[in-house]
């Protein structure tokens, strides 16, 4: 199996920073696209950025300019690197990730537990 771990959410005031660390683990061949998605109370689970293996990112357009996303193969690490917090970022925090197992098996999404941010103003 994979196992994503989350680690580095918390409390902060507005303007402020967080950086979120999220391990893959387990039986892993290849890991693909790895990416951070946020739920707010009563909304949906979002985007928030992207990156694939070789580097290439996307983000929401809420977060450009203030968050980073990037990665550690050789750790089957991502990071998001978020800065000048506001309260609407406030969200429980989610990685995901496409990962195939094995050489020949077409990768699959995992999710991570999630890791809270609380944002105050």
């Known amino acids: 199996q994979v196992q994503l771990v989350e680690s580095g959410g918390g409390l902060v005031q507005a303007g402020g920073s967080l950086r979120l660390s999220c391990a893959a683990s387990?039986?892993?061949?290849?890991?693909?696209?790895m990416g951070w998605y946020r739920q707010a109370p009563g909304k949906q689970r979002e985007l928030v950025a992207r990156?694939?293996?070789?580097?290439?990112?996307d983000y929401a357009d809420s977060v450009k300019g203030r968050f980073t996303i990037s990665r550690d193969n050789a750790k089957n690490t991502v990071y998001l690197q978020m800065n000048s917090l506001k309260p609407e970022d406030t969200a429980v925090y989610y990685c995901?990730?496409?990962?195939?197992?094995?050489?020949?098996?077409?990768?699959?999404?995992?999710w991570g537990q999630g890791t809270q941010v609380t944002v105050s103003s």
């Open positions: 387990g039986t892993i061949f290849r890991i693909n696209a």
């Open positions: 990156i694939t293996s070789g580097g290439n990112t």
């Open positions: 995901n990730a496409d990962v195939s197992r094995y050489i020949l098996e077409r990768p699959s999404t995992y």
